[in-house]
């Protein structure tokens, strides 16, 4: 790899790109002046400086609650072979705030370069803002705007941050509120074809939890209805924490090379969302709380729970599912206790019953995508 350009050389460069000095060229009939203005500080809010052994050795704001989840990976060889002579772009989904802490320690743990993050702006408010923004290296996304001249600002400040580090981003946006995975956005990933760096690939990422750490904040809702301070949400997060505990699987998937896509072609950048959120969707690591949530009603007794994991099961075989447990019993005794430790199910005798309807149908909705559609409830 060359060598890494200063943060001042990235922005000279983002504004010396045509698609810039078109922008400020035709101005979308605001004044030339405003328009420069406007892409100048946009800019200020997108640079981002990575430290990365300074971040590595803090005492992170979230280490009570991170130090909860136990980390496993699949496929880290992947990583370790395409990061060689290659420029890395990792597409994941999106479950939890602390996503943005796991996946990348897991890069760390196996000694794999540190990847800039792209991140809502909700999460650079405060102290941790500071730190994202200054050690780990993470870029704060408008994931709202339409507005055009932000769009081109940042899908060329993304090219230009390729030429110099690899990038970790969110297809879906926000976390998932209903559970399943969400439609992809094309924004960043149009940002990688049109980088014009030649030796990108992208690597599909999935990331699963036992138990979601906001899982009754976000299930309540279903659906995000507006944009809340991070402060407000890691508060949250502290409470949802206690007695949480959980392991979180990161998999990786086959590099896909981006070079092979044009970009300047609107159906390109569809074909490779949809091969992207695809391959994540295949490559999800399917727990036990997720199959009995899956096959739970209402009220069930243990012998009828067995037989509609059975069948479940034999769904998810047939699919791929990336299944982590495929014994019924040994499902059940998981993914039950976990499901009745975080209050969501409750066992009455021989029977489980709901304790959270909207928790359960969470952990269900999130392996909708290889069952059949009868299977969901």
Do not use: C
Not at 287 to 303: D, E
Not at 327 to 352: N, P, T
């Amino acid at each position: 790899m060359a060598k890494t350009r200063t943060t001042e050389g990235i922005l000279q460069a983002v504004m010396a790109r045509p698609e810039v000095v078109r922008l400020l060229d035709h101005s979308h009939g605001q004044d030339p002046a405003t328009v420069r203005e406007k892409v100048l500080a946009y800019l200020d809010e997108l640079r981002t400086t990575q430290r990365y052994p300074f971040y590595r050795a803090l005492q992170h704001p979230l280490y009570p609650i991170l130090r909860k989840v136990v980390r496993h990976h699949e496929n880290i060889e992947i990583v370790r072979d395409a990061v060689r002579d290659n420029r890395i772009v990792y597409a994941s989904n999106h479950r939890s705030h602390i996503d943005y802490l796991v996946e990348p320690l897991v890069l760390d743990d196996n000694g794999i370069r540190p990847p800039l993050i792209a991140a809502g702006i909700n999460l650079f408010g405060g102290p941790l803002g500071l730190i994202h923004k200054h050690v780990t290296g993470a870029v704060p996304i408008r994931r709202a705007t339409k507005d055009p001249i932000y769009l081109t600002t940042l899908k060329a400040y993304v090219a230009e941050l390729l030429r110099d580090h690899d990038l970790f981003f969110y297809p879906e946006g926000g976390r998932s509120y209903s559970g399943e995975m969400k439609p992809h956005k094309t924004g960043l990933l149009h940002a990688a074809l049109q980088s014009g760096v030649q030796n990108v690939l992208l690597i599909p990422v999935a990331i699963a939890y036992d138990l979601v750490l906001e899982d009754r904040a976000i299930a309540r809702q279903g659906v995000k209805k507006r944009q809340r301070p991070f402060t407000y949400e890691l508060a949250e997060m502290v409470g949802l924490a206690v007695g949480y505990r959980s392991r979180a699987y990161v998999t990786f998937g086959p590099p896909i090379a981006v070079g092979a896509y044009d970009p300047d072609s609107r159906k390109d950048a569809l074909e490779l969302a949809h091969l992207t959120r695809d391959t994540i969707g295949r490559l999800y690591k399917v727990l036990p709380t997720a199959i009995v949530a899956n096959a739970m009603r209402p009220s069930i007794t243990h012998a009828r729970l067995e037989s509609h994991i059975d069948a479940a099961l034999d769904h998810l075989k047939a699919s791929g599912a990336n299944l982590l447990e495929r014994d019924v019993k040994h499902v059940v005794e998981d993914g039950a206790s976990r499901l009745e430790h975080r209050g969501v199910i409750q066992a009455e005798g021989d029977r489980f019953r709901v304790r959270d309807r909207n928790v359960l149908r969470y952990y269900a909705r999130s392996i909708q995508h290889l069952l059949p559609a009868t299977s969901s409830h």
